[in-house]
């Protein structure tokens, strides 16, 4: 077994599953402000990352300035698909809720289309490009730089809902809804600025995400492995996000580098399968204890 | 309920036919049937087969969705199963359709239960999601088993056959597929009159209300999702037959939340739901194409834009019924004939 290209790829894996961590985390924020689960975050993360291509290359702003604008654009579309699509949903049941999410993908990935043509894009490059080692490990510098980036919003975050009043607002709501409303906090506003923020952290993992390996509008495909994340780790721990992200993008990175490209997905839904026997809540989930 | 149609005993309140005049209106539909593939061309009589395999699966999925509260993500993975069965008998042994039919079933059921274990556990949108994972699995199998399956060439099959008969031409898969699809249906209509039938709707409406009132609900669960299968599987095999070939590419994942939408449109838990949401979903698709061909001579590159719209259209139906009418278009029927019921007076 050749170490070092086992490392690199590791590497590599380790710096994606550090995306799919962001994503995920912007999946839970959701899921745990207002019990959404929602299968368009790929579709989110695909339309930020169309802005993107829109500001930096269509008119040509610096990419500098297209990164916030186009992160800016996809939390904006969050909010405003919670306004409008999810908030009359409430109450209903889970299927429907999700059948409603999977239904604005598919409007999402329609607009896209419309817009920007069914074609592949290349997304601008942004990034710097000297080759980036860690120790003799070669990592592509896209990658690492999307790495440093997408850690840096992810510590944000923590620190934002461990210490800010949103952000003890929004833990405040996810564990007890009532109490929080008694308490005087506006769950509405809750739930809405869950979906900006998680919209947020999805947008900006979509652009970097799209700057390494291009964009077309089958790109929200990259829900489907965020699924498989948020299950592994637990739906409602941000815990479980970042520990399954790291996990399932190392996986799937050496799953396609040592199997091939076609085993990249069964091997993470075969985790997804034996997690789901074993511990059906996920490895950081809370176990929900039913009563009729 | 029509006025002075008080019911005095069980087997009325169960009865599937309540009025003679349902009867007649019922006996007209079948010879419409009946007659339509002589009356119509090539074109419509293709979009007729296609609605009658639609119809056998989503009321396959309207069982397991609809009935027994199980979201599943898997319908177009089962129907691949049924589709590659009927390929593989038809090529290795040359058996006739009705045979091939039933084991595709029989297959897709077994396929079924396998998936549906994890219910035992895990419920709602985690099993879900384990039915994603089936979908997942299956596919790769489809690719990859290529003894079997063929890889990704995929199968092509002699057209079905019976009685030294071949189905050769659209026009004689109709008198395959219609039938099958109103037997199919009558059958779901029946199941619910039994004891199994009323053990899915007790689960979908609470499960743990269902045990306690001594259902099991692996047992009845399993079931459901072989019975859901089973008739995603016999969809499967026409569609193998239909097209004769079968490739992993022709039960993509948006083809199981294809049968969802139809299911949601339709109207979850309702059989006629499902057969108006399959029909609905399906022509959809062809009347915008019809749209895009008129308006082309006016807007040239209209055809462009023709399969960004459907995906808007199609995701706009999904969120717009459940947000505006969500028991369906079979809701909407139900207020059309209350309106005539006592047309002219308004109540």
Redesign the interface.
Known sequence: MDWLFFGEISLAGLAMGGLYALIALGFVIIYKATRV?NFAIGEIMMFAAYLFLAFAGGMELSPWIALPLAVIGGSILGGVIEKT?IR??LG?S???V???T?????????????IW??DPQLLPSFLPREPVFIGPLYLAPKIAYGFLIGSALLIIYLLYFRFSRGGVALRATASDQAAAYSMGINVRRVFNMAWVFGSLAASLAGVLVAATGGLSPQFGIIG?SV?VVV?VGGLDSILGALVAGVFIGWLETVAGAYLGG?YR??AT??V??VI??IR??GLFGTHEI??? | MRIGDAKQSYEADEAIWTSSTQKLWLGFFLLILMVFPFAVDSYLLYLGCLVGIAVISTTGLNIL?GFT?L?SLGQAGFMGVGAYTVAWLSINTGLPFPITLVLAGLMAAAVGILVGL?SL??K???L???T??AS??LH?IF??WEPVTGGMGGLSLEPAHLFGLTFQSDFMMYFIIVPLAVLMVLAARNVFRTRIGRAFIAIRD?D??AE?LGINLLRYKLMSFALSSFYAGVAGGLFAYFYRVVTPESFPLSMS?FY??AV?VGG?GNLLGGILGAAFMTLVPEALKLLTAALTPFYPNAP??M?????????????GF??FE?HGLAEIWHRIRRFFRLWPFRN
Request: charged share 10%; net charge negative; no cysteine.
């Open positions: 689960i699509m009359p949903m209903e889970p299927i429907s999700v059948m409603v999977i239904g604005i993908g598919s409007i999402l990935v329609g607009l896209v289309e419309f043509t069914a489907l699924l299950i076609e997905m069964p839904f075969l997804l399968a789901l026997v059906p809540y039913e009563r009729v | 969705t509260g979201i994890p556990r895990v709602g949108l985690y879900a999601i384990a994603l994972a997942v699995f790769f690719a990859e609470r743990i209300s306690i939340i969802l939408a949601i979850m462009v834009f399969s960004p719209m459907l995906e808007i259209i199609f995701g706009g139906l999904i969120v459940l947000i969500p």
